[in-house]
């Protein structure tokens, strides 16, 4: 819990409902997530039954972000833009061939930023000056013509120890990016819902893990699929030092509504050629409103 203590946490779990939600927001300036989990936190800390059920009900009727209308989306995790390794190569490569494909709309799952190198923690301006430096890097290099929607992960995060806000800097630069939550959210795709991840701080709110079609993780760096979990692999030339799961990046995938299921490719760069790596089709899991 950055922004708020344990009692403004209560004084607005008190009073919160569905009419007043985007007021609290702008009152106590937390995102959408955020306050989602300020009411998560809560329901596990009352001893009040019925302050329980109430926000358990609003989290439920609350926790989808936004809708995607699209029918194929392009997603993406972890370019670190400012790292030695990044490679805006891929990241090139990859939004051509969303292009080609007909994709308009990319979700990035965290850390498209790397923040100040560890080396210049201790160094307050050589930070800032890095920080910034990766924004001018983002603003002259992100491709542009698609509406790129940005989760933010545990690289994000670092800007704020200097006392930059990534988002509102972002947000300034261009508006073909949409920073949408800090860690987690909820997204409707189609008649599916989708629950966005990547690895935060404990002590950053995000919103509870809660019933949804797909869950779509950044941050390790790598491919795999268990159910219905799947991570993104890094669009750059990382290299992971500790992981239990094997490296099969660099790449990315791209998702498509069918109505009834989605289909989930996976794709890896070889030389000149980006291959199709891996495929899993989803059913619908069940009914879902955005009501």
């Not at 947000?171 to 989708?194: A, H, K, T």
């Not at 030092?241 to 490719?265: A, E, I, M, N, V």
């Amino acid at each position: 819990m950055e922004k708020l203590n344990k009692q403004e946490i209560l004084q607005i779990t008190r009073k919160i409902n569905a009419n007043n939600f985007y007021d609290f927001m702008e009152r106590y300036d937390l995102t959408y997530g955020e306050l989602l989990g300020a009411i998560d936190f809560q329901i596990h800390s009352s001893s009040s039954l019925l302050m329980e059920n109430s926000l358990r009900n609003l989290l439920k009727q609350k926790q989808i972000l936004f809708c995607v209308n699209d029918k194929k989306v392009g997603l993406f995790a972890d370019f670190h833009a400012g790292h030695p390794q990044a490679n805006w190569d891929y990241i090139y490569r990859g939004y051509d061939f969303c292009f080609e494909e007909g994709i308009d709309t990319i979700i990035i799952l965290g850390d498209l930023l790397h923040g100040p190198y560890k080396w210049a923690s201790n160094n307050y301006n050589k930070a800032i000056f890095q920080c910034y430096q990766q924004l001018v890097e983002l603003q002259e290099h992100l491709p542009k013509g698609f509406s790129t929607f940005l989760l933010g992960g545990n690289h994000e995060e670092e800007f704020y120890k200097v006392g930059i806000d990534p988002w509102q800097q972002i947000l300034s630069m261009r508006d073909d990016i949409f920073p949408i939550s800090r860690g987690r959210c909820y997204v409707q795709f189609g008649n599916f819902i989708l629950n966005l991840n990547h690895n935060l701080p404990s002590r950053i709110l995000i919103p509870p893990e809660m019933d949804c079609d797909l869950s779509l993780y950044g941050h390790f760096h790598t491919a795999f699929i268990h159910g219905r979990k799947a991570s993104i692999t890094t669009c750059s030339d990382l290299k992971l030092t500790k992981t239990r799961y094997k490296f099969t990046g660099p790449g990315f995938s791209t998702l498509t509504d069918f109505d009834d299921q989605l289909q989930l490719h996976g794709y890896t760069f070889e030389e000149d050629d980006i291959v199709l790596q891996s495929s899993k089709t989803y059913q619908k899991k069940r009914k879902t409103s955005t009501s």
